[in-house]
Nanobody, 125 residues
Framework: QVQLVESGGGLVQAGGSLRLSCAAS????????MGWFRQAPGKEREFVAA????????SYADFVKGRFTISRDNGKNTVYLQMNSLKPEDTAVYYC??????????????????WGQGTQVTVSS
C-alpha cells in the first residue's frame, strides 16, 4: 500500500516556476515507478511525466518537454516536478501516481495503482 500527498501548487504568472512535491508513505516506495498527470476543467486527465523506480529513466509529454523536470529522492520517499516557463494552458490539478511494470506504458493512467488527492496549479496571463 502506498499513500501519496502532493504539495507545492499555487498561483503563478506566466513564465514563472513552481516545484511540486509528492510525499509517499510505505517502505516499498522505491520499487514503484512514479508519474505526474494533470486534469483541467472539462478535460480528461492527461500524462505529464514519469520516472522509473531507480530514477534512471524519465519520459515526458511533448507539451512539457524542455520546461518540466521530474526527479525522485528514494531516501525521502518523494518525487518532484519542477515546472519552468509556465503557460496559462498549464493550469490544472496535478496528480502524482505510483505504479509498477510499465513496460513502456507509463503514459497510460490505467497502469497506476495509487493516486494522490491533487494540487491546484493556476497560471495567470
Amino acid at each position: 500500500q502506498v499513500q501519496l500527498v502532493e504539495s507545492g501548487g499555487g498561483l503563478v504568472q506566466a513564465g514563472g516556476s513552481l516545484r511540486l512535491s509528492c510525499a509517499a508513505s510505505g517502505r516499498t516506495f522505491s520499487t514503484y515507478g512514479m508519474g505526474w498527470f494533470r486534469q483541467a476543467p472539462g478535460k480528461e486527465r492527461e500524462f505529464v511525466a514519469a520516472i522509473s523506480w531507480r530514477g534512471g529513466r524519465t519520459s515526458y509529454a511533448d507539451f512539457v518537454k524542455g520546461r518540466f523536470t521530474i526527479s525522485r529522492d528514494n531516501g525521502k520517499n518523494t518525487v518532484y516536478l519542477q515546472m519552468n516557463s509556465l503557460k496559462p494552458e498549464d493550469t490544472a490539478v496535478y496528480y502524482c501516481a505510483a505504479g509498477q511494470g510499465f513496460g513502456g506504458t507509463e503514459y497510460d493512467l490505467k497502469r497506476y495503482n495509487y493516486w494522490g488527492q491533487g494540487t491546484q496549479v493556476t497560471v495567470s496571463s
